[in-house]
Structure formats: C-alpha cells, structure tokens
C-alpha cells in the first residue's frame, strides 16, 4: 500500500461532498429457491434455530419500514469545520442504552436530528427523534499528544440521548447550527444477536483511520507528512468533512439497498465483532461493507469462525482485512504502527498481535485465506469485466462474458494471488485488466465455498457500493460510472443479497467451478 498517505486520502476522500443514492427500484429479484431443511446435527442447525428470531425480527423490521420517511435528512452547508460539529462517547449502542454526544458551535444554538437510514419508499431516512434547542458553546480545539501523537479531546458532554424508542439500524445525527450550519455524526444502534438474519458490518475503525480531525491521521500528521502520522487514533474527536465522510460514500447504499429488498437484517460494526463475537453466532450472511481495511485478530478470527460454521460473507470493497489493528481505552483508541511495527510495545513479546499488515512480519497471515482475493494496489481506474457470465450473481443483468462497465475498478483494488493462500474451488466470476502506478494487472470478483456450506465473494473493487449510486442526484464523486453500471451492480447485489440470506449457499447453490489455472496460466 502506498503509506504516503496524503495522495491516497484525499483521493478516497474525494467522492464525500454528496451523499449515497440507490437506483434500480423495481420488484425484489434474484435466486428465491429456498434451502433445504437442515439435518439434526447439521451445520446448518444454528439458522433453523434462529428462524424464531428472524421472523420477529423482519416483523418488527417490515413495519419500520412502512413508515412514513424524511426525504430533508441530507446535509445543507457545513460551514467551517468549527461551525459545527460533535462526537459521541460510544460507536454504538444497543436499543435502550443511553449515550452521550459532545458538540462544539460558533452558533448561539443548535438542535439534533436522528435519521435512521433505510429504504422509506425512496425517501431513505426516517426521523426517529429530534432534540430541543440546546445552546451552543465553542469547545477547545485538540492536537497530536504523546509518542503515538494521538489526538482526542476533552470535551464536555452537551447532551444525553435515550434510544428506548429507536429501532436498530444506522443512523446520521445532524447537527442545525442556528446560523444555517450543519454537520453529521454517525451513530449505530446495534443488534444483540444476528441468528437467522444478514448482518451488516460497519467499518468504524476504518472510518477513524482515516480521520484529520486535529491535523493527523493514521496516514498523515500536522505538516502532512507519513513520518508524522499518528500511531494510534481516539474516538474521542469529531470526524472531519461531513462528519461522517466514509459511511457515506462506502455504507449508506448498501444499508438503503437491503432493507429496500426486506430481508432479515442485523447491524453491528467491526469493534463490537472484536468484543462481542457471538453477535455472528446463527448469522445467514455477513456483509463487509465498501471500505474495510482495518480489523483486529480477533475480529478476524470471529469472521473466520461465522465462516466456517455456515455463515455466508460478502465483501463488497477491496483493501479488506489488511490492516491489523488492536483497540484500547475500552474500544476509543485504535492502534496502527504500520512500517513502525517495530515500535509496537507487543514487538518480540506477542507478534501476532503487532499493529501492522495481516500479511508483513513479524507475523504474516494474508487476509487472502479468508477473502479469497489480495489486496494489490493503489490508485487505479479501469472497467470491471465480465468472466463468468452465466454464473447466478449476474442473473437478470443480461450480461456476455468480456462485457465491461467503465470505471467500476478503482481506486483501490484486490486480485486472485495463487501464490498467497487461496482457499480452493475457487471461480473467478470478473477479470479486468489494468494499470496501477504504470504496472500491468487484473482485478478479480471472486467467489468459494467452504465445507459448512458458506458461500464466500469478494468484489475485487472499492467502487461496488459507490456503483450502487452512480447516475443519481446523490453521487457524489461518482468517477464517471454511468447509469448502466448502477443497474448491473445493483441486480447482481440483490442476487447476492438475496441468495445469502437463505443460509449456506453451497446448499441451494450451484458449486463454484474452479477456474483459477485457466484464468492464471496454470496455477
């Protein structure tokens, strides 16, 4: 990876001026074959155990959905960074926990405003709750502290938000300035359990890493400079831009989409799966959303282990599970040393745990075992062509084998790598050519089954969610793709979707046909 870091944040940061849009409206599509009943004992017992569970909670979830939204959630004017802006003390919450949102403003007042990300009949936000005025106050700016140069601030709480009433799910606090500023601040109210139901992971960490609030980065420290990055970064800050940049551009999507489609879901994010795993226990599928880059071992391992009990995943971006991560302060700090591993406190008395890449020393361990695809390179732009036209995440698209959509790969991208650990049979589903930093390559969308039955896919791009978007008002940065490529991403999304909420796909799909030799000259 390109650890300069100042080029490659601002290019992925680039497309966070809009918000994220959905198109292809139409009737659910996809596989609707149902999976055979499981045999005692079976792998598949712990999704008939949760059936129970899921019901009630597509109950509770199609009724939501059914209610009247709020097409007014999306942001006007943010002003200055110091206009306005908050952070709250939790990433997320269980419905009925309380947290606490701490707010800076020039204004003289503000109020808050909780939408709760969904499909809502195309108006994809609903208003849950929306606070009385608060007075605005200026809180002390914050910079990089100590030897890992964190920043994090120290201040005081504005408000206290009870959640009794808030369905799970992904929600966007705005923060209305009196002077016509606003700003977001991300908040997920999570599932307890995702048995019978697919399970949303949303990438905080990530959303983190990235974050300037302050002046550094895990990327980049006050002159800009990488030797000056951050090693180690705190919740305890406002995200810059938006407020909430990364969900945007790489989440918000994926979230309208499938719960647009209705089938059973659950929400969560890669923290919470670090400290709470058995949150995957009885998931159907898991969804690793459109930028995920840093996880922790343990995360890893849960993932792993969801897999390999019958839990079908998707990773729907690239760049996945290549940072290891270790998370401190009760989950506020998010530790990273990078090419500095060797400063890592845990250097020489736990490697594995080393803050570095999964697959660098002193511990390599490729994300490629797990994903099935490596991550490559930085920064690309190519179109993502078609391999295995036939295969059922294409159905209804209408597409031919060497079809192409523009734009589709980028800007980061993974490949089939047989000379990292690569699970087998493996199908390479998309094989596009391209050039990164003048070198020739490919990127691959792949899919593999495991023994338990999971089904495995990897998109091979960064741009799969932000193609769910491309063509609409809501685009954002849409890098040039067209409305065409929206519709192909968004069918072959819903078959994915669709298909994996029905448990393990090996039991009710067709195998994948291994075609790694073929495609990479033998091996």
């Not at 097409?71 to 990433?91: K, M, N, S, Y």
């Not at 994809?124 to 809180?139: F, M, P, Y």
């Amino acid at each position: 990876m390109d650890d300069n870091g100042v080029r490659r944040r601002r290019f992925l940061g680039a497309a966070a001026a809009a918000g994220a849009g959905v198109v292809g409206l139409g009737a659910l599509t996809g596989c609707d074959s149902a999976a055979p009943a499981p045999a005692p004992g079976d792998s598949a017992a712990p999704y008939a155990a949760g059936r129970a569970v899921r019901d009630s909670a597509l109950t509770a979830q199609q009724t939501e959905q059914a209610r009247v939204g709020n097409a007014d959630w999306r942001l006007g004017p943010t002003g200055p960074q110091e206009a306005i802006e908050g952070f709250t003390d939790r990433v997320s919450v269980l419905r009925g926990e309380h947290f606490a949102l701490h707010a800076s403003t020039t204004a003289q007042g503000f109020t808050v405003s909780a939408y709760r990300v969904g499909w809502y009949g195309g108006a994809q936000a609903r208003l849950v709750w929306r606070s009385a005025r608060i007075a605005g106050r200026v809180q002390p700016s914050g910079g990089p502290d100590g030897s890992t140069r964190t920043v994090s601030t120290s201040w005081e709480p504005t408000i206290s938000v009870d959640t009794a009433d808030w369905p799970e799910g992904a929600y966007l606090l705005r923060l209305d300035a009196e002077d016509g500023h606003q700003r977001y601040v991300p908040m997920i109210v999570r599932s307890a359990s995702a048995a019978g139901r697919t399970l949303l992971m949303h990438g905080a960490a990530t959303w983190q890493a990235y974050n300037v609030w302050g002046g550094c980065s895990l990327y980049q420290g006050e002159s800009g400079a990488y030797a000056t990055r951050s090693l180690a970064v705190s919740f305890d800050r406002p995200y810059d831009g938006t407020g909430a940049d990364k969900f945007l551009v790489y989440e918000r999507a994926l979230v309208v989409l499938a719960e647009r489609l209705g089938i059973p879901l659950a929400y969560t994010t890669g923290l919470d799966v670090h400290r709470q795993p058995e949150v995957l226990h009885g998931a159907t599928a898991l969804l690793s959303l459109g930028h995920d880059e840093y996880w922790t071992p343990q995360q890893r391992a849960a993932v792993t282990a969801a897999r390999d009990a019958g839990s079908n995943i998707a990773f729907l971006g690239a760049n996945t599970c290549f940072r290891r991560i270790r998370i401190e302060d009760d989950a506020r700090t998010v530790v990273c040393y990078k090419t500095d591993y060797q400063a890592d406190p845990l250097y020489g008395k736990d490697d594995p745990a080393v803050t570095t890449d999964f697959r660098a020393e002193p511990s390599p361990d490729p994300e490629s075992s797990l994903t099935g695809v490596i991550y490559e390179g930085y920064p690309t732009d190519a179109p993502y062509v078609v391999q295995a036209a036939d295969h059922w995440l294409y159905a209804g698209t209408g597409v031919k084998a060497g079809d192409s959509f523009a734009h589709l790969i980028g800007v980061e991208y993974d490949r089939v790598t047989p000379s990292y650990p690569t699970p087998r049979p493996l199908e390479i589903l998309a094989h596009s050519p391209l050039v990164c930093e003048g070198r020739p390559s490919h990127s691959d969308s792949a899919y593999y089954t495991v023994p338990s039955g999971a089904g495995v896919f990897a998109s091979g791009t960064m741009r799969w969610v932000e193609g769910l978007m491309a063509g609409t008002h809501d685009d954002g940065s849409d890098h040039r793709m067209d409305a065409r490529t929206s519709a192909f991403v968004t069918r072959s999304t819903e078959n994915l979707l669709t298909a994996f909420a029905q448990g393990p796909a090996a039991r009710h799909l067709p195998a994948p046909r291994d075609n790694v030799a073929q495609v990479y000259d033998g091996a």
